[in-house]
């Protein structure tokens, strides 16, 4: 430990997905969440950086990463060791919801009041879940 003050770090900007294919993640992300392409650059060597975003948000965006090698390969889907990694906040959740169901998106549950709000685990193309949640608003 140091008498150093800690960082002033201002937000949480970019986690990454692994993928298996960019242009696959591009259109799922894109077609069945509505979120935009920020920055799709070539890196050369078959490899990009592909940056995507909840529609009209400011904050975290998500890097889709191929995945380079058995050991990235291997972790597709399930980058979080089966557990929620990832929550979209919505403020209509039964809209939002009824949209993602008509798109196709897979739910693995019923949407269930919980004391922070309103929310259903769902999974990517890949199977990586995510909770799509209404916070309560008292």
């Known amino acids: 430990m140091t008498d150093s003050p800690a960082p002033r770090i201002g937000r949480l900007a ?5 993928v298996r294919d960019y242009d696959e ?3 799922w992300y894109r077609d069945r969440l509505g979120f935009r392409l920020v920055e799709d650059l070539d890196l050369g060597g078959g490899k990009r950086w592909v940056v995507m975003a909840p529609a009209g948000e400011d904050g975290a965006q998500i890097l889709l990463a191929r995945a380079s090698g058995e050991r990235q390969e291997a972790r597709i889907g399930d980058q979080t060791g089966g557990r929620v990694g990832f929550f979209l906040e ?4 039964e809209r939002d919801h009824a949209r993602m169901v008509a798109l196709g998106v897979t739910f693995h549950e019923e949407p269930r009041l919980e004391a922070y709000g309103t929310v259903a685990v769902f999974a990517d193309l890949y199977g990586n879940l995510f909770d ?3 916070p309560r608003r008292d």
Do not use: E
């Not at 970019?14 to 692994?18: A, Q």
């Not at 919505?90 to 959740?93: K, R």
């Open 14 to 18: 970019t986690v990454s997905i692994v």
């Open 25 to 27: 993640a591009v259109a």
């Open 90 to 93: 919505t403020d209509d959740f």
């Open 132 to 134: 799509l949640i209404q």
